[in-house]
Nanobody
Framework: QAQLVESGGGLVQAGGSLRLSCAAS????????MGWFRQAPGKEREFIAA????????YYKDSVKGRFTISRDNAKNTVYLQIAGLRPEDTAGYYC????????????????WGQGTQVTVSS
């Protein structure tokens, strides 16, 4: 069974940056589309970004364009989320997830999830 492990979160000051990582187990990582989500206390989980199996296609939630960058390194079985200009409202648990097709990624239909990494932004 696929296993996804996020890392890179922490406590940062507003205006700072972070790079979150999602390391995947298994030997078929490059066959899957990957996504990043976040969930703040008392709020619904929200989609952030998705990336195709090759990394050639990306899709972002409109509100994060320009600050969030998703990328992947298939040789390392890792997906990244670079966050710039962190704001207090970015405070949330951040989760990566896997899905099998681009269409499913666009529908936020993912079959495997990591346990998350916490990002806390102080003001």
């Amino acid at each position: 069974q696929a296993q996804l492990v996020e890392s890179g979160g922490g406590l940062v000051q507003a205006g700072g940056s972070l790079r979150l990582s999602c390391a995947a187990s298994g030997r078929s990582f490059s066959n899957y589309c990957m996504g990043w989500f976040r969930q703040a206390p008392g709020k619904e989980r929200e989609f952030i970004a998705a990336i195709s199996w090759s990394g050639s296609s990306t899709y972002y939630k409109d509100s994060v364009k320009g600050r969030f960058t998703i990328s992947r390194d298939n040789a390392k079985n890792t997906v990244y989320l670079q966050i710039a200009g962190l704001r207090p409202e970015d405070t949330a648990g951040y989760y990566c997830a896997r899905t099998t097709t681009w269409d499913r990624a666009m529908r936020s239909d993912y079959d495997y999830w990591g346990q998350g990494t916490q990002v806390t932004v102080s003001s």
